[in-house]
């Protein structure tokens, strides 16, 4: 295999293209819910915005994050994914989110799912786990309410 | 000394990782493991072990024996005076932290004051900081230059008042590589009034270390990155110092007798050891010592300073490289960052090809901010690197580069 095969196995076009050119990177300025979340370890910041429309229907996110390639991407389709869902049910995808990038396993005909796939390769580096799970944290964090998250 | 010698002596060296030969580079975290250092932990367990220091049988005689030569080991690697300036302690952190307590708390004056360096690892600032919220000590950082080497001139004004009780400062940056200069920081301390503990961590690894030629008061440094195992570490202070400072932890081991009212101390270093020591880490030290001596530092230190020329001059010439700390006296830990890339993803890319390098914080963070930076990627050497994974590490980083750009 050669070099580049090798790093695409994790890094993606499409981590590389959303880590480099985020589509959502930037603070919302009109917002219901915000949290940051951080990871003592290494330094990785980011803060998470988030509006909804009538109800609970995530209507917009928006991110600013001080990191590494696949925290920024993770956040950016992080934000699409999560577009007109319900809190029940981006909470219910967070939670799919982590077991993926845990186990590298994309449960088959889940379309939202797939689109974050290109994330599971982290399953082979623990240690970057964190990185791809830590604006997910903070949404969370933003969803519950509580204003600060850790990936620790 | 012959490199592919060495390396027939450290077992895991022959891995593979991701399908790659590992090339390790992250000595300054913590050194791989010769196989003399395995084998006399192992032969320990197998054939001679009881507890230390108290057994009056023949098992715990032995073990004694072998146990304590590790102190003679240190004591005449670091040229003490004697086997009793030796104090065993968990790492260098945990000596830190004793003096921080024993002689911070326990002798400094509230109102004195100790000075650090603006490149310490977290180990030789948060202690201080706790005696100084504690005890009311004073703590005040002498700045680095830009080059990353200590600021001499401020570090003298910071002694000037009189008030400096202790400085306690890295004799090798685990960042930038700077090696400080001990013998004068030791000499001015001591003009002014102050005692000296230098953190030798990454310092003992390359160099010999001779406390008394340097003067210094304390000296510390942890034994798994001077291949020996995890769990001891080493303090040797002056006895004056030791005798004058109260205990730290108290236990079995350190007193002399105990009744309910009142307790006595076991004369030093015993005072400083409570409780059960490491003994097979002690015995696992030992032989680490005696590895390192047999190769001898004179030798180790010029493959060392081979080895940082060539890394220098090589990863300098990558494009889009920083390069942190251009100390005139610099060894085998090199910190960096690529433009295009964050170091963690550096690091990964990197360990995909096999070589290991530490990225992050390096747990220097007022350090990292004084560069401007939230993390860099570090690589650093040992006895056992070559100019080859040097070469490595080099052409890889030259991909990753183009891979971000």
Redesign the interface.
């Known amino acids: 295999m050669s070099f580049a095969d090798e790093v695409r196995e994790l890094y993606q076009e499409v981590i590389l293209d959303r880590g480099r050119k985020p589509r959502h990177g930037q603070r919302l300025a009109a917002f219901d819910a915000t949290a940051k979340g951080d990871n003592p370890m290494c330094g990785d910041r980011v803060q998470v915005w988030v509006k909804f429309d009538s109800g609970d229907t995530i209507s917009e996110t928006g991110f600013e994050a001080r990191g590494c390639a696949i925290s920024i991407a993770s956040a950016d389709l992080m934000a699409d994914a999560i577009q007109g869902r319900g809190k029940a049910d981006t909470k219910a995808l967070f939670d799919s989110f982590v077991a993926m990038v845990r186990t590298g396993v994309c449960p088959e005909h889940d379309t939202v799912l797939e689109q974050l796939a290109p994330l599971s390769g982290v399953h082979e580096y623990p240690s970057r786990v964190k990185c791809a799970t830590l604006p997910w944290h903070a949404l969370n964090a933003a969803l519950e309410g509580t204003r600060e998250a850790s990936s620790e | 000394m012959n490199v592919d010698d060495i390396r027939k002596d450290f077992p895991i060296l022959g891995q593979t990782i991701r399908g790659k030969p590992l090339v390790f580079l992250d000595s300054a975290a913590s050194a791989q493991k010769p196989r003399a250092v395995i084998d006399a932990m192992r032969n320990a367990m197998e054939t001679q072990y009881a507890n230390v220091h108290r057994g009056l049988h023949w098992m715990s005689e032995r073990t004694t024996e072998a146990y304590e030569a590790c102190r003679d080991a240190a004591a005449a690697l670091m040229n003490a005076e004697s086997r009793e300036e030796i104090v065993f302690t968990g790492n260098s952190t945990g000596a830190l932290n004793l003096v921080a307590h024993s002689y911070g708390r326990g002798v400094l004056k509230p109102g004195q004051a100790v000075v650090i360096s603006g490149m310490e690892h977290h180990s030789n600032i948060v202690p201080w900081q706790m005696a100084r919220d504690a005890h009311g000590i004073e703590l005040r950082v002498a700045p680095i230059t830009d080059s990353g080497e200590l600021d001499m001139t401020a570090f003298e004004a910071l002694l000037q008042d009189g008030k400096v009780g202790l400085v306690s400062m890295t004799h090798m940056s685990n960042v930038l590589g700077t090696y400080t200069p001990a013998a004068r920081i030791a000499a001015l301390a001591h003009q002014y009034g102050a005692k000296v503990l230098f953190d030798g961590s990454q310092a003992i690894v390359h160099r010999a270390i001779d406390v008394r030629a340097l003067d210094a008061d304390f000296y510390c440094w942890t034994g798994h990155k001077l291949y020996g195992p995890t769990g001891i570490g080493v303090l040797y202070a002056k006895r004056e110092m030791l005798e004058q400072m109260p205990p730290f932890l108290g236990g079995g081991d350190m007193i002399s007798s105990v009744s309910y009212e009142k307790s006595t101390w076991a004369r030093v270093p015993h005072k400083f050891e409570a409780g059960t020591p490491a003994i097979l880490e002690g015995i696992g030290l030992k032989a680490a010592i005696d590895y390192v001596q047999a190769i001898g530092f004179e030798a180790m230190a010029a493959h060392e300073a081979s080895l940082t020329e060539h890394a220098m001059a090589r990863l300098s010439q990558i494009e889009g490289i920083r390069i942190f700390g251009q100390a005139q006296d610099r060894g085998g830990v090199i910190s960096f960052a690529l433009d295009k890339?964050?170091?963690?993803?550096v690091a990964?890319?990197l360990?995909?090809?096999g070589i290991a390098v530490r990225?992050?914080?390096h747990c220097a963070?007022p350090l990292?901010r004084r560069l401007g930076v939230?993390?860099t990627a570090r690589a650093s050497f040992g006895v056992y690197t070559t100019h080859a994974e040097i070469d490595a590490l080099a052409d890889?980083l030259t991909?990753v580069r183009e891979?971000?750009a």
């Open positions: 890339a964050h170091s963690h993803d990964t890319l360990d995909r090809q990225a992050g914080h963070e990292m939230d993390s890889t991909r891979f971000f």
